[in-house]
């Protein structure tokens, strides 16, 4: 039968799952099968009360190897290196491994996303605490099994959590702040679905650098049947920043409050040539035939979604392009108020680097006196006079860069260990993005049949 998590079955779920954090002294963290390179970047930093010691359990091969390497260039790096001692278990029992053997606490994952609900839904009967990255579940079958993994952490007295960077990219921190001030903002629009309330769009691409390097991705990444599609992928941020930014700190149920209105995907093409500099492979392999059409690679890495959330009407879209003409992927967000418009652009004219502007639409009565208490909360932030409104001037030092996210997104979620103070709205947020996504996904199916 069918198991939904209601608001109050949730909270009960984070008290629980958070007294049991408490108990937590030391975390000793274990990474399965890093074929995602988001699996290292958690180590990119250094954590008070987790130990040097991190079991790693996957496959032997390339994937596993990558993640070693980086890990290698973290230690070994001249300003602040780590200090992680990688304890490596490669064989086809790896998974049953880590589960027999339990030597930690937190499993990592971040990997091929065909299994993940499973080996999470697994972990968390074991016992065991659960970061994972995005997405925890690519299909409708999977967002079910989803439900019984929140259940399962529930009754373990466990945590999942998933790895939400987006929310520490202070223009989007600015934003969200901006929206929730009246005097600038006014109240939300409710838009129609035609000219939304609050719309993000990212594009990212198959070949870039990270930590420094050209990243080698795995063939799979390649094949949505492992992947998933963009749209119950990397969509997750966007329905994450929606929620996030337009009902902060409240509660969504999915079966009530997310109506979605349409939703589409397409491919991006990856010839051959492409795709052999992006995953070092000469060829398409087997699994990838289904989706060659002229020698030349259609990926559905491409999504959009448009919804209602609470009457708020929402659009998405996330892009896969094959390479940044500056090496980043690139973020633009719109919410719509009665008094401005609160933007974020991250376009040639601003280097490719995210900028906040503030667009009136209506009068405002004094901006520089209500930017104030904005400005006392994050010191050097000020505001430049622009032609269509006013540019939000971000120091430097706020600019950490999106790999630094990971380490505050783990920061976060020890913190939740620790001090069992997981808020009581982000289960049935979590549920929420991935029901918007994972629905939106049935759909564009069915529209492209």
Known sequence: MKQIITMASAAALLLAACTAGRKQQEVTLMTLDPGHFHAALVQKSQYANVTPDVYVYAPAGNDVQEYLKKIDGYNTRAENPTSWNEIVYTG?????????????NVMVTSGNN??????????????????????MAINSDAFKKLEQCFQTANDKRVLLYDIMTERFEISTILQKELSQMPDIYGEQELGTPDHPGISIESVH?????????????????????????????????LVDLV????????????????????????????????????????????????SIQNDTLQIYANGEI?????????????????????????????MRGTK???????????????????????????????????????????????????HVSIPDSY????????GQVTQNFLHYLANGDMPAWEVPNMLAKYYTTTEAWRLAQENTK
């Open 92 to 104: 086809n029992d790896f998974f049953e491994k880590m589960i027999a053997e339990k030597k930690g």
């Open 114 to 135: 065909r299994k993940k609900t499973d080996y999470i839904l697994q972990t968390l009967e074991a016992g065991i605490n659960v970061l994972a990255d995005k997405p």
């Open 205 to 237: 691409y198959f070949y870039k650098n990270v930590s420094g390097n050209a990243l080698i991705r795995p063939a799979w990444f390649y094949d949505v049947n492992q992947q998933g599609e963009c749209i119950v992928d990397v969509m997750v941020h």
């Open 243 to 290: 929620q996030w930014e337009c009902f902060p700190e409240q509660a969504i149920d999915y079966a009530h409050d997310i109506r979605i209105t349409s939703a589409r995907h397409w491919v991006t093409p990856v010839d051959k040539a492409q795709f052999k500099l992006s995953t070092g492979l000469d060829g398409y392999p087997d699994f990838l035939q289904s």
């Open 306 to 334: 448009n919804y209602q959330l609470k009457g708020l009407n929402a659009k998405v879209v996330a892009l896969w392009e094959y390479e940044s003409p500056d090496g980043g992927d690139t973020h633009y967000s719109t």
């Open 340 to 390: 401005s418009n609160i933007v974020i652009k991250q376009g040639a004219e601003q280097g490719y680097r995210p900028e906040l502007y503030i667009e009136p639409v209506g009068e405002i009565a004094d901006i520089e006196k209500s930017f104030a208490a904005l400005a006392a909360k994050y010191p050097g932030i000020a505001l430049e006079q622009t032609a269509t409104g006013w």
């Open 399 to 406: 600019r950490v860069g999106h790999e630094a996210h990971f």
